[in-house]
């Protein structure tokens, strides 16, 4: 069944189940690898995508429940708070391995979407659903609060 997806900004024809996760659809039809699989189960956060600008996890979406929503991968993740995001990023130099990033980057822009200027209570409830096996948790609520700052100007 052909279903029309909005990723990115393009409208992709794409040819799969209704209830085929967004994730192997980003990842095996469209071949964008940023987004990662890790637990399948909407518990690790690897997978974080945004729809209509909100974090969700892509492995629990069923892509024949997102006809006229708009998908955003890491590749494509753009404004005021991605760009800051990414700028802390390399700063503090947060990655490790790297596997669970593009996850976090994405729950980060969305969090700082809500709040420009989190506490460390808001960045721990926010950011305790994407997991880190490097355990770089410190570095990416310092980077969060420097994205803030430089939103903040």
């Known amino acids: 069944m052909a279903i029309a997806l909005n990723l990115n900004g393009e409208t992709h024809n794409v040819d799969v189940s209704p209830d085929t996760p967004l994730l192997w659809v980003i990842r095996d039809e ?8 890790g637990c399948g189960i909407a518990q690790c956060g690897a997978c974080t995508v945004h729809i ?3 974090a ?15 998908v955003t991968t890491i590749e494509a993740v753009e404004g005021t708070a991605a760009e800051a995001v ?11 391995c790297g596997f669970c990033q593009s996850g ?3 729950q980060a ?6 709040d420009p200027a989190p506490d460390d ?16 948790y410190t570095r990416i609520r310092a980077a969060i609060h420097r994205a803030a700052d430089i939103l903040e100007g």
């Open 30 to 37: 469209l071949k964008l690898t940023g987004t990662k699989y």
């Open 86 to 96: 990414k700028q802390a990023w390399q700063e503090l130099d947060v990655v490790q």
């Open 104 to 106: 976090q980057i994405m």
């Open 56 to 70: 969700v996890r892509s492995c629990q979406m069923a892509v024949g429940d997102l006809e006229g929503a708009a």
């Open 121 to 136: 209570d808001l960045i721990d409830s926010v950011m305790g659903g994407n997991a880190c096996r490097c355990a770089t």
């Open 52 to 54: 209509d600008g909100a």
């Open 109 to 114: 822009v969305d969090l700082l979407g809500i």
